[in-house]
């Protein structure tokens, strides 16, 4: 890439993840975050749009609803905060000491993963994750293994042919999987081919299946199916509306429902 792009790209991530951070904003605002001129900003966000990661309004722009481009992990990881500590803490009273347990790259997984730290049992962890991995450095009590593979920057996590294989020769007692979308005909999806592919693969190697997933992600859609609902149980947050509990219930899917503070 040349350097006139690579600027295009960073003014767009710096763009998505201000959006993202702080939802709708003013062009002007956007032009005096990223240090560019109000008709360079107009043309990024018309590239965004297109993309499908962002809705202009007047006089500005948000992050579109639903969008299925990933924005930095970092940023990611901040929304829905207190949903995904929920839901980690009833996963967390789950686990079985000594079992061999599968955690994967998604953010809800990683709020799991803090608590095993802050709580250590004895544990075979395994994970394509690396931030997920690096939370147990130094830890006791923990037996962790993370795939190799292709790095995958956006999700901070391995995937691809090696990953996949290395699976295929282990079983796993318990899987806490993240999803980036639960669509609206019962069925888990991702925004990439291989991480779909890769959670395929573990949901076949594995004897306890559950999907953690914060209630904004129902009804929403990303362009690769992972599997039906119901191939797992389900854990997400008080904030689920009535009429997907419902539809669970008709999928099929067993759901834990964690309880909000405040609710």
């Given at each position: 890439?040349?350097?006139?792009?690579?600027?295009?790209?960073?003014?767009?991530?710096?763009?998505?993840?201000?959006?993202?951070?702080?939802?709708?904003?003013?062009?002007?605002?956007?032009?005096?975050?990223?240090?560019?001129?109000?008709?360079?900003?107009?043309?990024?966000?018309?590239?965004?749009?297109?993309?499908?990661?962002?809705?202009?309004?007047?006089?500005?722009?948000?992050?579109?609803?639903?969008?299925?481009?990933?924005?930095?992990?970092?940023?990611?990881?901040?929304?829905h905060l207190s949903a995904k500590r929920a839901i980690a803490t009833a996963?967390?009273?789950?686990?079985?000491?000594?079992?061999?347990?599968?955690?994967?790259?998604?953010?809800?997984?990683?709020?799991?993963?803090?608590?095993?730290?802050?709580?250590?049992?004895?544990?075979?962890?395994?994970?394509?994750?690396?931030?997920?991995?690096?939370?147990?450095?130094?830890?006791?009590?923990?037996?962790?293994?993370?795939?190799?593979?292709?790095?995958?920057?956006?999700?901070?996590?391995?995937?691809?042919?090696?990953?996949?294989?290395?699976?295929?020769?282990?079983?796993?007692?318990?899987?806490?999987?993240?999803?980036?979308?639960?669509?609206?005909?019962?069925?888990?999806?991702?925004?990439?081919?291989?991480?779909?592919?890769?959670?395929?693969?573990?949901?076949?190697?594995?004897?306890?299946?559950?999907?953690?997933?914060?209630?904004?992600?129902?009804?929403?859609?990303?362009?690769?199916?992972?599997?039906?609902?119901?191939?797992?149980?389900?854990?997400?947050?008080?904030?689920?509306?009535?009429?997907?509990?419902?539809?669970?219930?008709?999928?099929?899917?067993?759901?834990?429902?964690?309880?909000?503070?405040?609710?």
């Amino acid at each position: 890439m040349n350097q006139a792009g690579g600027v295009k790209v960073d003014r767009l991530d710096a763009i998505r993840s201000h959006l993202y951070a702080n939802g709708f904003s003013t062009i002007q605002a956007l032009a005096d975050t990223i240090g560019a001129s109000l008709a360079t900003v107009r043309r990024d966000l018309q590239i965004l749009e297109q993309e499908g990661a962002i809705d202009r309004v007047h006089g500005g722009a948000r992050i579109a609803d639903g969008s299925s481009v990933e924005v930095a992990f970092q940023e990611r990881e901040k929304r829905h905060l207190s949903a995904k500590r929920a839901i980690a803490t009833a996963a967390y009273d789950l686990l079985h000491p000594r079992a061999a347990i599968f955690l994967d790259a998604g953010t809800t997984v990683l709020q799991l993963a803090r608590l095993i730290r802050i709580n250590p049992i004895p544990l075979r962890i395994f994970t394509n994750g690396l931030t997920v991995a690096q939370e147990f450095l130094n830890i006791p009590n923990l037996d962790v293994v993370l795939l190799g593979g292709q790095l995958r920057s956006e999700n901070a996590s391995l995937v691809g042919p090696q990953a996949e294989a290395m699976i295929e020769t282990i079983w796993f007692d318990q899987l806490f999987l993240g999803a980036s979308a639960i669509s609206p005909d019962g069925a888990i999806y991702s925004v990439d081919s291989a991480e779909a592919s890769l959670n395929r693969r573990m949901l076949a190697r594995s004897a306890n299946r559950f999907v953690l997933a914060d209630s904004s992600k129902f009804g929403t859609m990303a362009t690769y199916k992972v599997a039906p609902l119901n191939t797992a149980k389900v854990i997400t947050d008080s904030a689920l509306p009535r009429h997907w509990r419902e539809e669970l219930a008709s999928f099929g899917v067993e759901a834990t429902i964690a309880e909000l503070r405040g609710k």
